[in-house]
């Protein structure tokens, strides 16, 4: 299984990003999705999931009416997108996906930086 994310970088405060996630290695439809971010000297945080079947999306309340994630089952993607960035976005994100029955097959990527600053 691999998960490689993509699309992070240094955006200035209020601006965009779209993070992206190509899943391989698995029936991604099977499993459910998620973002997290970590700093450094911090506990990896949740950010958002979203689940299958149905697409019922979650976020942490931080990230609320600011990040749209979303997953193309036929393309074994998965995105978010982020908008009115803030200093405190800043982080490295992963990718995480979580078989929706079997909790055992849990997977990460390796991450990507995004950087939130004038």
């Known amino acids: 299984v691999q998960l490689v994310e993509s699309g992070g970088g240094l955006v200035q405060p209020g601006g965009s990003l779209r993070l992206s996630c190509a899943a391989s290695g698995l029936t991604f439809s099977t499993y459910h999705m998620s973002w997290y971010r970590q700093t450094p000297g911090k506990e990896r945080e949740w950010v958002a999931e979203?689940?299958?079947?149905?697409?019922?999306?979650d976020y942490t309340d931080s990230v609320k009416g600011r990040f749209t994630i979303s997953r193309d089952n036929a393309k074994n993607t998965l995105d978010l997108q982020m908008n009115t960035l803030e200093p405190e976005d800043t982080a490295v994100y992963y990718c995480n996906a979580q078989h929706r029955t079997l909790n055992a097959l849990d997977y990460w990527g390796q991450g990507t930086q995004v950087t939130v600053s004038s």
């Open positions: 979203i689940f299958s079947p149905g697409n019922r999306t």
